[in-house]
Each structure stands twice: as structure tokens, then as C-alpha cells.
């Protein structure tokens, strides 16, 4: 069976024999769907014939659940502003932790184990890259999901670090280069399904991704412009509504 596995010998970085190539994971992830992050929501009666289908998405009942998604050179931070914002929804929030490996399969496999052992999100809830990959997995998913600041062309954005990085979240580095970054595109060619509720939160003064590309590649998703907040938009109070709405008009729509 297929899996993805960053080696264990050589944490935080995605090279070598562990790796699965960026095409085969588009292959299987997203056309033959028979990895174990597919086989898991089967596990758990989400999956109907050959397609997913729309599971409640409600956070009114006691089973919520918020996967919250880090961005790149981070992690879970357990004092971060954005997770007590999700966790004032009464939900039960769960981070997922990519442990250094920024590539792709890093956070597919990342993605992959931990829904193999929690219940079915209600929503996704992703900073930055991990915006991104709210909306990938929530289109996939049939997830409602939410991207703040979200690096909606992680190939562009991410190619303009290279080199040897500081991770934000802990005292580590990591490896970073061109083609890296260029693994990315062939997921950012794939079709969001608009269908999926989503609500994209960007600020005039985010210096890492340009808030004006984020709007124009929307989609669909419902969008809320700040003045202020920059990249890593702490300031949740002024955001915290609009979460509160969202979420409210999930539950509406799943009622």
C-alpha cells in the first residue's frame, strides 16, 4: 500500500528513499485515491462508491473537531492566538505537525497519520502554507475550511527562501531550495471545488504573500480584507466575528 513517510533518518527533511516523487503523489492522491489517508476516511464510513461524499459538517454537536495546519518553517505552537480563537468555538482543535518536512509529502503524510487516528474534521483551519493546504484538503475532503494569509502559490512564494532555514516554532534548521518550491505547482494546477465552503482571511499589510494574487485566485470562498494584522494576522479579535459567522452558517447549512 501506498504511504508516505519522510525517512526517519534524517528528521525534518523530505529527501532520500522515504519520499514518494511529487508526481506519484498527485497520481495516487488525487486520481486513484488509494492512500492510507483515503482508506482511513473509508474506516470511518465517509467515503461512498468511488467518491467522497459531504459528512455533517457541524461544529454544534459534542464529535466537532477543527484541524488547525501550520505554515511552512512552523509548527504547533500551543500559545498561538489562532488556536485559542478555535478553541473559543467550543471545539476540539487538533494540530497537525509536518515535524520540519515542508514538501508536499510532508504534510500529506502529516495529514494522512493524523486522520487515521481522530475523528472526521468539521473544519479546516490553515496559516499561510498552511492556508493552502486547508483549501487542497477541504476541496478534497468536502471540508468546510478556512486560510489565513493563505500561500495559495506556494512555488512562487516559497522560492524566494533558500538556503538553510531557522524554523519560527523551535530551536532547529532545515533545508530549503528552488525545487522545492517548484513541487509544489502541479498541485496548485488542480481545481478547487467551489462547491466546499471556504473563507479566505488576507491583510493590505501581509509582506510574505501578496493579499491582491490571494483575492484573485479566491475562487469562490467567501474573503474578508483587513488594513492590518501582517503575515501572521495575531490581531484574531478582528477576525474573530467573521470566524463566528462562518462557522454559525456551516452548522446552518448541515441542520
Not at 498561538?80 to 497537525?96: I, N
Not at 474534521?121 to 478534497?140: D, E, H, I, T
Request: proline share 7%.
Amino acid at each position: 500500500p501506498w504511504r508516505f513517510n519522510a525517512p526517519s533518518s534524517c528528521p525534518g527533511s523530505c529527501s532520500g528513499p522515504g519520499s514518494i516523487p511529487l508526481s506519484r503523489v498527485t497520481e495516487v492522491l488525487l486520481a486513484t485515491k488509494r492512500t492510507t489517508l483515503f482508506r482511513s476516511i473509508k474506516s470511518k464510513k465517509r467515503l461512498e462508491g468511488p467518491r467522497l461524499r459531504q459528512s455533517p459538517a457541524t461544529l454544534s454537536t459534542t464529535s466537532r473537531m477543527i484541524i488547525y495546519l501550520h505554515g511552512f518553517a512552523s509548527g504547533p505552537r500551543k500559545n498561538s492566538p489562532k488556536l485559542s480563537l478555535l478553541r473559543a468555538l467550543g471545539a476540539e482543535v487538533h494540530c497537525l505537525d509536518a515535524r520540519g518536512c515542508y514538501r508536499p509529502e510532508g504534510y500529506l503524510r502529516a495529514a494522512d497519520e493524523l486522520l487515521r487516528v481522530s475523528q472526521p474534521p468539521s473544519l479546516l483551519v490553515g496559516s499561510s502554507l498552511g492556508g493552502f493546504w486547508a483549501r487542497q484538503l477541504g476541496s478534497l475532503l468536502r471540508c468546510p475550511w478556512i486560510g489565513l494569509n493563505p500561500a495559495l502559490r506556494p512555488s512562487q512564494i516559497l522560492a524566494r527562501y533558500p538556503g538553510p532555514l531557522q524554523r519560527f516554532d523551535i530551536e532547529a534548521m532545515f533545508d530549503w531550495g528552488a525545487e522545492d518550491a517548484l513541487a509544489y505547482r502541479p498541485l496548485e494546477q488542480e481545481t478547487i471545488d467551489a462547491s466546499v465552503q471556504g473563507l479566505i482571511v488576507v491583510a493590505e499589510d501581509d509582506d510574505v504573500v501578496d493579499h491582491r494574487q490571494t483575492l484573485a485566485l479566491a475562487a469562490g470562498a467567501e474573503v474578508l480584507v483587513l488594513p492590518r494584522g501582517g503575515h501572521d494576522l495575531a490581531n484574531t479579535a478582528d477576525y474573530a466575528d467573521a470566524v463566528r459567522r462562518f462557522v454559525k452558517r456551516i452548522e446552518t447549512a448541515n441542520t
